[in-house]
């Protein structure tokens, strides 16, 4: 039953998210968690509201 | 002063929400806490981010 | 598919989760959520890890 | 590598986000941890969706 | 700089974290993130703090 | 009504988290968010539990 939540920046696209979720699934099957038993969720997150390096990423990558 | 984080899919009505927010509120007054101690916040995320059975859910259910 | 994630003070007995386990799932049943779609995860926070008013609880609730 | 999550009502400007984003850096430095190992991630969070004293803030606080 | 928490039962060898942190990893590498890039964190949960069909999941698999 | 959730790794004495509440309570109050208003709670994760660089953070930092 676990659960993941992926924080990221927004941009993905829809082909990066489906490749993602199925990585992220096929990761916990080889530790035995079968895919129905997971609930992966993803927030986009906008670089203006990210810090890093005590900056907002939208300044240090836009 | 507990805080609750809702995960759900996005496409819920404002009545829902309400519902929801009480009902959540009552569940932690039966065991003592106080509705004023309480802090509920609800991430509505889009079926296109949400993982599950190793595929988009905005696949599953369209 | 909801996920509800509870940040609260460590201390709670079992019988109290049961019942919050209980009046959440509830509150979900009420706007159509089925119990077995929903995951519920309760996070036991010391209160030396929780910070209100500028003060670890700790300090405020001994 | 600390990570930080910070959910607040949605509607702050960019400077104050910035301004949190420095505040919440120099509280980590001030206990010994570097800028660069520091992610902060702000959810925005629609008063609509957030609960408090078993209402919506939306319509405590429109 | 994605961030991924994971929450699931306390339990899990060693290995098997070390197998999930590689194969998270592996995951976000073919979307283009490199492994420096990226925080996994893992929260163990006691099944009494995990609740499921409206129980919890310390009942239902003991 | 912020909330802010920091993880990071267990190990800091009760003086380093108490500096903290009280930096990040700062940084809230410089953009007018009073103390009484903010919740921050601390989850202390086992290096064994992070992952960094594709590896579990207890080997790289032991």
Do not use: C, Y
């Not at 990585?23 to 080889?30: C, N, P, Q, V, Y």
């Not at 895919?35 to 990558?61: C, F, T, Y």
């Amino acid at each position: 039953m676990p659960v993941v939540i992926v924080e990221m920046w927004e941009g993905r696209t829809p082909e990066q998210k489906e490749a993602l979720i199925k990585g992220i699934t096929r990761a916990f099957e080889e530790i035995g968690v079968k895919p129905e038993w997971l609930n992966i969720i993803i927030h986009d997150v906008p670089k203006s509201n990210w810090g890093m390096r005590g900056e907002q990423a939208s300044r240090l990558a836009p």
